[in-house]
């Protein structure tokens, strides 16, 4: 499977607890995103790399949260001191450089649920 | 007032029959449009880009009016396998590569 693989697919956590997801992009695309998506809303952006640098970061990306793309490939996405309103499916997607018409392929996504 | 905005719906259509969603989005600056297509809990996947001059895919056939900041979709002969959640996309302007959701229009095709 050539797709983007994220990994847990499931992570359920008590509150307060520290949870890091992982994100393997398409292997020729050098963009890649983070968006966050609550049942019956739309997916919505958090942060977007450009092989390792980090260049757009939304407002809801809290000082709780932060990204990395370290070597341009995978990226990891951390939450720290979780609370209840994390709970959401976070998911990744990635795209080919160029244009501003690129599609962007989603990964299955994590799930996460905070007790 | 949401950056983008479509009908959520839900639409229950007969199999066989033509259904059109719309949608409306704020951001003049917005530089291209997407319908993606999400299952019940499943990722988002990319249906079609939406181009000033129409474009079609088999069944399917959306239409951009930069103008009235209004995209639409139009699905023909409506299989059970359509029943998902459209959704509609612009990506922000001024660089931006955020991609721009809305809430989603729930379609549930029935025999």
């Known amino acids: 499977d050539t797709g983007v693989s994220q990994d847990p697919r499931h992570k359920i956590t008590k509150r307060g607890q520290n949870v890091t997801f992982r994100c393997d992009p398409i292997?020729?695309?050098?963009?890649l995103y983070w968006y966050r998506q609550t049942l019956g809303q739309g997916p919505e952006f958090l942060t977007y790399?450009?092989?390792?640098?980090?260049?757009?970061k939304s407002r809801l990306l809290s000082d709780r949260f932060s990204a990395e793309r370290p070597k341009g490939s995978f990226s990891t996405l951390e939450i720290q001191r979780t609370e209840q309103g994390d709970s959401a499916m976070y998911l990744c997607?990635?795209?080919?450089?160029?244009?501003?018409?690129?599609?962007?392929?989603f990964g299955d996504g994590t799930r996460l649920s905070i007790l | 007032r949401k950056e983008v905005e479509q009908d959520p719906g839900p639409f229950n259509v007969p199999e066989g029959a033509t259904v059109a969603f719309n949608c409306t989005y704020s951001n003049s600056a917005s530089q291209s449009f997407f319908w993606y297509r999400q299952d019940c809990r499943k990722e988002p996947k990319l249906l079609m880009s939406v181009y000033s001059s129409g474009n079609e895919d088999g069944r399917f056939t959306a239409q951009l009016n930069r103008a009235s900041q209004y995209i639409s979709l139009l699905i023909r002969d409506s299989k059970l396998s359509d029943s998902a959640t459209y959704l509609c996309v612009a990506l922000g302007g001024a660089g931006s590569y955020q991609l721009t959701f809305g809430k989603g229009t729930k379609l549930s095709v029935i025999p």
């Open positions: 292997s020729e695309h050098n963009r």
């Open positions: 997607a990635s795209s080919l450089g160029g244009g501003a018409g690129q599609p962007q392929h």
């Open positions: 790399f450009q092989n390792e640098a980090q260049l757009e």
